[in-house]
């Protein structure tokens, strides 16, 4: 079992920034894909940016796209997701989650308990 903690998130204006940080236990960090993902109300969830198991390589859901940065710190199993010039639309519940083998959304099987993010204009 992998577990996740996220915390960061808040209460920001338009064009602010915020990073959320995620802390994994329970397995060895450096094995897991790992993702963030975010659910706004009325909306289904979407992955937002994954990050592979090294660091070396990232991806990310195009709205995010040059805002948005995620990384990873294997030694303190701990990942990143630094966010700025926020816009409202980015207001959602976000989630960290962890997968042991692809970055494919359905193999992500351990899921943190979410950080709200409220972008207000």
């Known amino acids: 079992q992998v577990q996740l903690v996220e915390s960061g998130g808040g209460l920001v204006q338009a064009g602010g920034s915020l990073r959320l940080s995620c802390a994994a236990s329970g397995r060895t960090f450096s094995d897991y894909f790992m993702g963030w993902f975010r659910q706004a109300p009325g909306k289904e969830r979407e992955f937002v940016a994954g990050?592979?198991?090294?660091?070396?390589?990232?991806y990310y859901v195009d709205s995010v796209k040059g805002r948005f940065t995620i990384y990873r710190d294997n030694a303190k199993d701990t990942v990143y997701l630094q966010m700025n010039s926020l816009k409202p639309e980015d207001t959602a519940v976000y989630y960290c989650?962890?997968?042991?083998?692809?970055?494919?959304?359905?193999?992500?099987?351990?899921w943190g308990q979410g950080t709200q993010v409220t972008v207000s204009s």
């Open positions: 990050i592979n198991r090294s660091g070396g390589t990232t």
């Open positions: 989650a962890a997968s042991r083998y692809t970055m494919r959304e359905p193999d992500f099987a351990y």
